[in-house]
Nanobody
């Protein structure tokens, strides 16, 4: 029943910034654990950030925030590198069930 919609992806040059958004169908932040994941071509989906940690590859460059009024989770990405190229997904773990957004493509070129 929970629906998540990502947006904000696109193409950017190295060193640039993007801000991804994940809009939820309802207020879920009090009952669901939220996180951002990504999947690069030919690779497994990996955790970017949950409520407590960031992947080592993005520490100091990516920041997660949320707007409770808008029911939206954000991922601010700065100093982007080519290795950040991937489809980015937000996810919500609610009462033992994980919900995924459709993903948004981020492409970083040199």
């Amino acid at each position: 029943q929970v629906q998540l919609v990502e947006s904000g992806g696109g193409s950017v040059q190295t060193g640039g910034s993007l801000k991804l958004s994940c809009a939820a169908s309802e207020y879920i932040f009090s009952t669901c654990a939220m996180g951002w994941y990504r999947q690069a071509p030919g690779k497994e989906r990996e955790l970017v950030s949950d409520i407590r940690t960031y992947a080592d590859s993005v520490k100091g460059r990516f920041t997660v925030s949320q707007d409770n009024f808008k029911n939206t989770l954000y991922l601010q990405m700065n100093s982007l590198k080519t290795e950040d190229t991937a489809v980015y997904y937000c996810a919500a773990l609610c009462r033992g069930v994980t919900y995924w957004g459709q993903g948004t493509q981020v492409t970083v070129s040199s």
